[in-house]
C-alpha cells in the first residue's frame, strides 16, 4: 500500500488497472482505475496545486513591491511641497525612480526662482525698515523669519538636483532587500494631514486676531488695506497701498509660513523611512537571538545592515542642510515666543489688541490671546516630534548590539564579530550639517538651552520703549509665528 494523494491509497496494481482505497468518515470505498486515469488525475491535481500557490505567491510579491517604498511613502508630501515651489523635480507621481529627474529650464524650477526673488524682496524691506527705525529683538524678527525662508528655499534646490541620484540609490537598495512595510505610507499620509491641519488652523487663528485688530485700529480704512497695513507693517509703512500689492504680499507670507512648517514634516518623513530600512533589518536579528545559526546568516544580515547604514548617510549627505534650518528656526522662535509670554503675558501689549476687548467679535475681544497660546503649544509639540521622530534613527541602529552579544558561543564567528564591529564603531544618525547629530540626548539639550536663554534674557531685559503701534509684540507674533 502507498499513498497517492491525499485521502487515497494504492492497494495493488495488475496491469493496465490499478485499485485504489478512498476512506471517508463513513466507510472505505474501492475504486478502479486504469494507470491512464491515474496519470490524469495525478497531473490535474499537481497543476491545481502550482497554480494555486503561484497565485499566491504572486500577490504576495507584488504586495511587496507596492507597500512600504520610498517613492509611494514620500509621494503625497512631495506632491504638496512643489503646491509651494519646494524640491522642483519631475516625475514624483511616478514608481520608476528613472522617471524621476531634475532640470533647470521645467517650470516648477521657473516657480521656486519666481518665489526666491519675492521672498528676497520682503527680506530687503525688513532690511530696510530695521535701518529706519529703533533697533529692537522684534524688529529685527521679521528679517531673521525671512531670510530663514530664502535660505530654506535654496536648500530644498539643492536638495533637487541630488534627489533623481539619491532615489536611484535608494530603489537599488529596494531591490537587493524589499521590505513590506504596510504602516509607513499610512504613518507618512497621516502625519502630513495632521500637521497641515493644525497649521491652518494656527494661520486661522491669526487672521483671526489680525483683522479684528485692524478693525479697531484701521476702522476709516476699507477692510482689506487696513488688514494689510496692520499685519504688514515693513512693506505698506514705505510703499503705496494697492490691491495687487497687498495680495502679492499676503501669499508670499502664506508661503514662507509654509515653508517653515514643511521643513519639519520633510525631516519627520525621512526619518519614518530611514527607521523603517533599519527596523527590516532589526525584525531579522530578534526572531534570531539565542538561536543556533550558520555563518551564512550573520554575513548576509551584516551586509544587509550595511546597505542600511549607508543610505543613512546618503540621505544625510542630501538633507543635513534641510535638518540644520528646522532644528535652528524651530529653537530660535521658541525661545522668541517664551520670552515674550514672560515679560507681556499671553495678552501682550498691543493697543490694538488692548481696544477689541469686550467688544462684539468672534472670540469676545480674545483673538490675539487664543491665537498666541495655540501657536506656542503647536511650535513646542511640533519641535519635540521632530527631535524625537528624528532620533529614532540612531536609536534603531543600536538595536542589533544586544542580539550580537547573546549568539551563542559554538556559532560565534568572524562574522558576528565584523557585525559587532560596525555596530559599535558607527554612530547612525542625521545631522545638521554635521554641526551636530539627532539623537534622543539632543532634546534635552535644547531644553537646557532654552532654559538657560529664558533666564539670561529675562534677568538683563531692561524696560522696553514704546514700540510703533502697528509694530507690537502681539502683532509681529500674529505675523512671524503664523504657520500656514
Known amino acids: 500500500m502507498a499513498p497517492i494523494s491525499d485521502g487515497f491509497t494504492l492497494l495493488s496494481s495488475q496491469g493496465p488497472s490499478m485499485i485504489v482505497v478512498k476512506e471517508t468518515k463513513f466507510a472505505v470505498i474501492q475504486i478502479i482505475y486504469s494507470q491512464d486515469m491515474v496519470k490524469r488525475l495525478k497531473r490535474s491535481y499537481l497543476k491545481f496545486w502550482l497554480l494555486n500557490k503561484n497565485k499566491v505567491g504572486t500577490s504576495e510579491l507584488k504586495s511587496s513591491k507596492q507597500r512600504g517604498t520610498f517613492q509611494e511613502s514620500l509621494r503625497l508630501t512631495l506632491i504638496i511641497g512643489q503646491m509651494f515651489s519646494?524640491?522642483?523635480?519631475?516625475?514624483?507621481?511616478?514608481?520608476?525612480?528613472?522617471?524621476?529627474?531634475?532640470?533647470?529650464?521645467?517650470?516648477?524650477?521657473?516657480?521656486?526662482l519666481l518665489s526666491l526673488l519675492g521672498q528676497i524682496f520682503i527680506t530687503i524691506m525688513c532690511i530696510y525698515k530695521v535701518a529706519h527705525s529703533t533697533t529692537s529683538l522684534n524688529n529685527t524678527t521679521p528679517v531673521i523669519f525671512?531670510?530663514?525662508?530664502?535660505?530654506?528655499?535654496?536648500?530644498?534646490?539643492?536638495?533637487?538636483?541630488?534627489?533623481?541620484?539619491?532615489?536611484?540609490?535608494?530603489?537599488?537598495?529596494?531591490?537587493?532587500?524589499?521590505?513590506?512595510?504596510?504602516?509607513?505610507?499610512?504613518?507618512?499620509?497621516?502625519?502630513?494631514?495632521?500637521?497641515?491641519?493644525?497649521?491652518?488652523?494656527?494661520?486661522?487663528?491669526?487672521?483671526?486676531?489680525?483683522?479684528?485688530?485692524?478693525?479697531?485700529?484701521?476702522?476709516?480704512?476699507s477692510s482689506y488695506s487696513g488688514f494689510v497695513n496692520y499685519f504688514y507693517p515693513w512693506v505698506f509703512n514705505f510703499l503705496p497701498y494697492s490691491l495687487w500689492l497687498g495680495v502679492f504680499t499676503q501669499f508670499l507670507h502664506f508661503q514662507s509660513t509654509f515653508i517653515w512648517n514643511f521643513s519639519d514634516l520633510f525631516v519627520i518623513c525621512m526619518s519614518y523611512y530611514l527607521t523603517s530600512r533599519l527596523n527590516h533589518v532589526n525584525k531579522k536579528l530578534l526572531n534570531a537571538q539565542g538561536k543556533y545559526l550558520p555563518e551564512s546568516f550573520w554575513r548576509t544580515t551584516r551586509e544587509d545592515y550595511g546597505r542600511a547604514v549607508q543610505l543613512v548617510r546618503k540621505v544625510d549627505d542630501v538633507i543635513s542642510g534641510v535638518v540644520f534650518i528646522s532644528f535652528a528656526n524651530n529653537l530660535f522662535f521658541i525661545c522668541l515666543q517664551l520670552f515674550n509670554t514672560l515679560v507681556d503675558g499671553i495678552s501682550g501689549t498691543s493697543e490694538c489688541a488692548s481696544k477689541a476687548k469686550g467688544k462684539s467679535s468672534l472670540l469676545n475681544g480674545y483673538e490675539a490671546a487664543a491665537y498666541f497660546l495655540f501657536s506656542l503649544i503647536y511650535l513646542i509639540a511640533r519641535s519635540i516630534a521632530v527631535s524625537l521622530i528624528a532620533s529614532q534613527v540612531n536609536s534603531a541602529s543600536t538595536v542589533p548590539a544586544p542580539v550580537l552579544y547573546d549568539v551563542p558561543s559554538p556559532v560565534y564567528c568572524v562574522e558576528v564579530q565584523r557585525f559587532l564591529d560596525q555596530v559599535n564603531g558607527d554612530k547612525v544618525a542625521l545631522s545638521g550639517l554635521q554641526f551636530f547629530s539627532v539623537t534622543r540626548g539632543l532634546l534635552l539639550t535644547v531644553a537646557g538651552t532654552i532654559v538657560t536663554y529664558e533666564l539670561v534674557m529675562f534677568q538683563f531685559s531692561g524696560p522696553q520703549p514704546d514700540a510703533v503701534p502697528t509694530i507690537s509684540t502681539l502683532s509681529y507674533n500674529t505675523t512671524v509665528a503664523s504657520i500656514f
Open 86 to 112: 519646494l524640491l522642483p523635480v519631475e516625475g514624483v507621481c511616478s514608481k520608476k525612480a528613472s522617471y524621476v529627474k531634475f532640470t533647470w529650464t521645467s517650470w516648477k524650477c521657473s516657480y521656486l
Open 146 to 221: 525671512y531670510g530663514t525662508t530664502c535660505m530654506t528655499m535654496i536648500l530644498f534646490l539643492q536638495v533637487a538636483t541630488k534627489w533623481p541620484k539619491l532615489l536611484q540609490h535608494i530603489s537599488r537598495v529596494e531591490e537587493l532587500d524589499p521590505t513590506n512595510d504596510q504602516n509607513l505610507t499610512y504613518k507618512c499620509n497621516a502625519t502630513c494631514i495632521v500637521v497641515l491641519t493644525l497649521a491652518l488652523v494656527e494661520h486661522l487663528l491669526s487672521l483671526i486676531a489680525a483683522i479684528t485688530a485692524a478693525l479697531v485700529c484701521h476702522e476709516y480704512e
